[in-house]
């Protein structure tokens, strides 16, 4: 018995060695290394295994290992990724440096879902806080310009406040509206450019909805450019997404306790360039003098030596001309003291704090902007406050609200032979002879000018006076609710609100030559609500083995409501008091009201299989109320797929750090803007005081389809020599199908335009990143990233029996199928078999060809954008360059300086082309 009972006992002793030998329990501690405070939710898992767990509020954490592990990987966002040898010990504790592992850190998805940057298949973009704010730049899309491949932003103006438009992988619309979806901590931001009135023929350099947004207040800025990582968002995924979370949307505590961030910055900024003008010929034709706006008159310094003074000046100041006479001499200045030095001062302050359950977050920031341009300046008030907490039953509640002010001032913009009351009717080619130190108004208010009367506005007088002013507001509210149902399921509910409303003032002085003298008012009021709710099942169950699945499955509603009303007051009662009460003529230009819907349901899932190969599908279908009931509903999926082959092959090289191969196939359906289904009424002018109505000019296509973009995209990752150069290479094809568009009819039909699928559009390209530090020591770092994209946009089909397409009353160029996308057709000079030009004998003049064709193409060749970071000690001092390579445009500046003679090529007589 004793035998046996000593047999037993070595046999237990013996299998409890051995399950011992297979598993044992680590524990420890991960702390900040910057503070040596404890991190909470640190990812901890066996090196090279999907085994793993989390540190909880106190940062402690246990994990039972097998005998074989060696060492355990702990990774957060915000800090590097570190491995940590087990060795004998059964304490592990570690403390992490902050900082980013660009190969292992975690971005932000479709819906706010986390992922890790490794298991993505499409191209996804980041800007980070310091890169947006480290510049004192009033736009957050500016603060962007030429740091990411394949994302092209540009400002329509350089005056204070004025649009941004941003624009991913080419064009795909006919009409333009290729903007991506913006969404601001789960509510999509509108970036609506609100026009009031033509910028052609007046109006002025209206701002966008994203300009409201606080710079200071941003976490970071995920760009999905591929619709493989934005196809989940839905219909208006087509053009990527823009991902922005702020600080007060994604609410944590402080790792310093209670944090408090003060900012201040300013900037000088002065324009660019000013014409190369002539000045040696002053205002006249043929070489005689006469009060026009033509420089082709007497050269200066000959026999001409003063001329009588201007009419409207001698009349209004006889006692400034004595004899009636000005000298004849050029006023080389009178160009560039239209501008003088531009400011921006900004100051902000960040509150957060909390405790190991509760975070609050509070940012508050003031923007003043003076413009380089007379009487235009922006001003910009923000506030945020968010917070989140986690209940005692598990249930996670966060919450956030923001609200923005801004006020916008500036002069009119537009072509003064249009009617415009231009600030710039002149401003860059005004007479070589004019002296703009002479007062700009008569002793009654009125403007002056050199050349007859009513042909344009003094520019400083129309500064002054033709003034635009404008309010916007914009108002967020974002809450959410997430659980954890079980170990491998988390159901979460977000409802968010944005609120846009724009207030515009826009006033044309007595005496203006716009509005026939006679001063004009227009006062709109625009208002955009946009509700957005979702409903998300995010599911990670463990699987044996070496494979892991994550997945996603959710509904999506959105609503988007807008109210514009625009009113006229014409002829003006009494100057200097801006009220349609005090116009003659009051009308109603604008008074409509859009609601449209749009709902959907969605599912993701990837496979992984040992942390190096991922599989990811989705697919979406949409119901919306824009278009027809059999054509209302679509579906659309994708399929991306990843191979991390340094992983894989186990490559451990000096030289090369991480490579990985990814491709991806998708397509986005997108519907059409609100009531484009049906021809009903619409008000016309009363007549003999009695309302009337009107068919509608626009006919509908009773089978219009949803549009779809196809796209594929195949890049790779590269890092080497320890992450001291990182490369990101896309290649893509997209193509956009059944555009929407409305194309001119004849009159015959009775309709003037036809609402209706008419063609495709192709972008294809390639988009390069890379990242090289030539430098890196323990106090100074010096980084150089390139962003260089090339993207060919081309029309390849219109509707049939239509050949050529130009968008009616648009000034976005002409579509025909294999031909550059909005490429400038129109008259060309005719020429012989050898490309010289044909002269007509009896006038001099360019003999022009008979049938119009192609002059250019609008589409760069490529763009490039090359940034210089430079941080010592915690300073960074950075410096960007945003280079475009071709490009055609049509410059009407160019066209004036040439027709009015003040082009200094002229002095040479060498004309272009």
């Known amino acids: 018995m004793k035998k046996l009972l000593l047999v037993s006992l070595c046999f237990l002793s013996l299998f409890v060695t051995q399950v011992y030998a297979q598993n044992r329990t680590i524990t420890g501690t991960v702390t900040s290394k910057d503070d040596g405070l404890p991190l909470p939710g640190v990812s901890v898992t066996v090196s090279g295994t999907t085994n793993g767990t989390q540190t909880n509020a106190s940062g402690k954490y246990t994990i039972s290992v097998p005998a074989s592990a060696k060492s355990l990987t702990f990774s957060f966002i915000g800090f590097q990724a570190h491995t940590a040898a087990i060795g004998s010990s059964s304490s592990v504790n570690v403390a992490l440096v902050s900082g980013t592992n660009e190969l292992n850190e975690?971005?932000?998805?479709?819906?706010?879902?986390?992922?890790?940057?490794?298991?993505?298949?499409?191209?996804?973009?980041?800007?980070?806080?310091?890169?947006?704010?480290?510049?004192?730049?009033?736009?957050?899309?500016?603060?962007?310009?030429?740091?990411?491949?394949?994302?092209?932003?540009?400002?329509?103006?350089?005056?204070?406040?004025?649009?941004?438009?941003?624009?991913?992988?080419?064009?795909?619309?006919?009409?333009?509206?290729?903007?991506?979806?913006?969404?601001?901590?789960?509510?999509?931001?509108?970036?609506?450019?609100?026009?009031?009135?033509?910028?052609?023929?007046?109006?002025?350099?209206?701002?966008?909805?994203?300009?409201?947004?606080?710079?200071?207040?941003?976490?970071?800025?995920?760009?999905?450019?591929?619709?493989?990582?934005?196809?989940?968002?839905?219909?208006?995924?087509?053009?990527?997404?823009?991902?922005?979370?702020?600080?007060?949307?994604?609410?944590?505590?402080?790792?310093?306790?209670?944090?408090?961030?003060?900012?201040?910055?300013?900037?000088?900024?002065?324009?660019?360039?000013?014409?190369?003008?002539?000045?040696?010929?002053?205002?006249?034709?043929?070489?005689?003098?006469?009060?026009?706006?033509?420089?082709?008159?007497?050269?200066?310094?000959?026999?001409?030596?003063?001329?009588?003074?201007?009419?409207?000046?001698?009349?209004?100041?006889?006692?400034?001309?004595?004899?009636?006479?000005?000298?004849y001499v050029a006023h080389p200045d009178n160009v560039k003291n239209l501008f003088s030095n531009g400011s921006v001062f900004e100051n902000s302050v960040s509150i957060n704090g909390g405790d190991e359950k509760n975070a609050f977050v509070l940012t508050a920031?003031?923007?003043?902007?003076?413009?380089?341009?007379?009487?235009?300046?922006?001003?910009?008030?923000?506030?945020?406050?968010?917070?989140?907490?986690?209940?005692a039953n598990g249930l996670h509640v966060r919450g956030n609200l923001s609200y923005a002010r801004s006020t916008q001032t500036g002069g009119d913009f537009g072509e003064t032979q249009s009617g415009a009351p231009s600030l710039f009717s002149r401003s860059l080619f005004l007479g070589r002879n004019w002296d703009l130190t002479l007062p700009y108004q008569d002793k009654q208010g009125n403007s002056i000018i050199y050349a007859g009367a009513g042909q344009f506005d003094n520019p400083l007088w129309s500064a002054r006076y033709n003034v635009n002013n404008t309010a916007n507001e914009r108002f967020i509210a974002n809450f959410k609710l997430d659980y954890d149902v079980t170990k491998w399921a988390n159901l979460s509910y977000a409802l968010g609100s944005n609120t846009f409303g724009v207030d515009r003032r826009e006033i044309v002085e007595i005496s203006s030559r716009a509005a026939g003298g006679l001063g004009s008012l227009v006062v709109d009021h625009y208002r955009k609500q946009e509700i957005e709710s979702t409903l998300l099942l995010g599911l990670h169950p463990k699987l044996k083995g070496d494979?892991?699945?994550?997945?996603?499955?959710?509904?999506?509603?959105?609503?988007?409501?807008?109210?514009?009303?625009?009113?006229?007051?014409?002829?003006?009662?009494?100057?200097?008091?801006?009220?349609?009460?005090?116009?003659?003529?009051?009308?109603?230009?604008?008074?409509?009201?859009?609601?449209?819907?749009?709902?959907?349901?969605?599912?993701?899932?990837?496979?992984?299989?040992?942390?190096?190969?991922?599989?990811?599908?989705?697919?979406?279908?949409?119901?919306?109320?824009?278009?027809?009931?059999?054509?209302?509903?679509?579906?659309?999926?994708?399929?991306?797929?990843?191979?991390?082959?340094?992983?894989?092959?186990?490559?451990?090289?000096?030289?090369?750090?991480?490579?990985?191969?990814?491709?991806?196939?998708?397509?986005?359906?997108?519907?059409?803007?609100?009531?484009?289904?049906?021809?009903?009424?619409?008000?016309?002018?009363?007549?003999?005081?009695?309302?009337?109505?009107?068919?509608?000019?626009?006919?509908?296509?009773?089978?219009?389809?949803?549009?779809?973009?196809?796209?594929?995209?195949?890049?790779?990752?590269?890092?080497?020599?320890?992450?001291?150069?990182?490369?990101?290479?896309?290649?893509?094809?997209?193509?956009?199908?059944?555009?929407?568009?409305?194309?001119?009819?004849?009159?015959?039909?009775?309709?003037?335009?036809?609402?209706?699928?008419?063609?495709?559009?192709?972008?294809?390209?390639?988009?390069?990143?890379?990242?090289?530090?030539?430098?890196?020591?323990?106090?100074?770092?010096?980084?150089?990233?390139?962003?260089?994209?090339?993207n060919k946009n081309t029309t390849t089909s219109l509707k049939e029996g239509i050949t050529r397409f130009t968008p009616p009353g648009s000034y976005l160029g002409t579509n025909e199928p294999g031909m550059p996308f909005g490429y400038f057709y129109g008259s060309k000079a005719a020429r012989d078999d050898q490309g010289n030009f044909l002269i007509d004998p009896a006038t001099g003049l360019l003999i022009s060809q008979v049938e119009p064709g192609y002059i250019g193409n609008p589409t760069p060749k490529y763009k490039l954008g090359l940034t210089n970071t430079f941080t010592y000690k915690g300073v960074t001092l950075s410096a960007l360059i945003d280079y475009t390579k071709g490009g055609d445009v049509y410059s009407t500046t160019i066209v004036n300086e040439l027709g009015r003679g003040v082009a200094k090529l002229l002095k040479t007589g060498n004309l272009p082309g």
Do not use: C
């Open 106 to 327: 975690v971005v932000v998805t479709s819906f706010g879902v986390k992922r890790q940057a490794r298991s993505l298949g499409a191209s996804v973009g980041k800007v980070t806080n310091e890169q947006l704010t480290q510049i004192s730049e009033p736009d957050v899309l500016k603060g962007m310009q030429g740091k990411v491949a394949g994302v092209d932003i540009r400002s329509s103006q350089g005056t204070p406040g004025a649009s941004t438009r941003i624009q991913i992988r080419g064009n795909t619309s006919f009409t333009g509206d290729s903007q991506p979806l913006i969404v601001v901590d789960g509510v999509p931001y509108s970036n609506d450019n609100v026009i009031t009135s033509s910028q052609v023929t007046g109006g002025g350099a209206y701002g966008s909805g994203f300009g409201n947004i606080d710079p200071n207040d941003i976490a970071d800025v995920q760009i999905l450019k591929g619709s493989g990582a934005a196809a989940l968002y839905g219909s208006r995924a087509s053009n990527g997404v823009i991902l922005v979370t702020t600080k007060s949307g994604s609410a944590s505590r402080s790792r310093k306790g209670l944090g408090v961030v003060l900012k201040s910055s300013a900037s000088l900024e002065k324009i660019a360039a000013l014409p190369e003008l002539q000045n040696s010929f002053g205002t006249g034709s043929y070489g005689n003098y006469s009060q026009s706006n033509g420089s082709w008159g007497p050269k200066f310094g000959g026999a001409l030596k003063v001329i009588p003074a201007w009419t409207d000046y001698l009349r209004s100041y006889p006692e400034l001309f004595p004899d009636g006479t000005v000298p």
């Open 365 to 391: 920031s003031q923007l003043n902007q003076k413009g380089y341009i007379i009487n235009q300046d922006y001003q910009r008030s923000n506030i945020s406050v968010g917070g989140s907490s986690k209940l």
């Open 547 to 790: 494979f892991t699945l994550t997945g996603n499955i959710g509904a999506n509603f959105n609503q988007r409501t807008v109210t514009d009303l625009t009113n006229v007051g014409n002829q003006f009662k009494e100057r200097g008091y801006y009220n349609l009460s005090n116009t003659i003529q009051q009308i109603v230009a604008e008074d409509s009201y859009s609601r449209r819907r749009i709902f959907g349901i969605f599912a993701e899932g990837t496979l992984g299989y040992k942390n190096y190969a991922f599989i990811t599908a989705t697919a979406r279908n949409d119901w919306s109320s824009t278009l027809p009931v059999n054509n209302r509903s679509y579906f659309y999926p994708s399929i991306s797929g990843t191979f991390v082959f340094t992983d894989a092959f186990g490559i451990k090289s000096s030289i090369l750090d991480y490579g990985k191969l990814r491709a991806a196939w998708s397509k986005v359906g997108r519907d059409a803007d609100p009531y484009n289904l049906l021809a009903g009424f619409v008000n016309n002018s009363n007549y003999l005081g009695q309302p009337s109505l009107g068919i509608s000019s626009r006919a509908y296509d009773a089978n219009l389809k949803p549009e779809f973009t196809k796209e594929i995209e195949v890049g790779t990752e590269l890092s080497f020599f320890q992450q001291r150069i990182n490369l990101d290479f896309t290649y893509y094809n997209k193509n956009s199908t059944n555009l929407i568009v409305p194309i001119a009819t004849p009159n015959s039909t009775g309709y003037s335009e036809f609402y209706t699928n008419l063609g495709s559009i192709n972008n294809k390209g390639v988009e390069v990143q890379l990242t090289v530090k030539p430098v890196m020591t323990q106090d100074f770092t010096w980084a150089i990233t390139g962003a260089l994209t090339h």
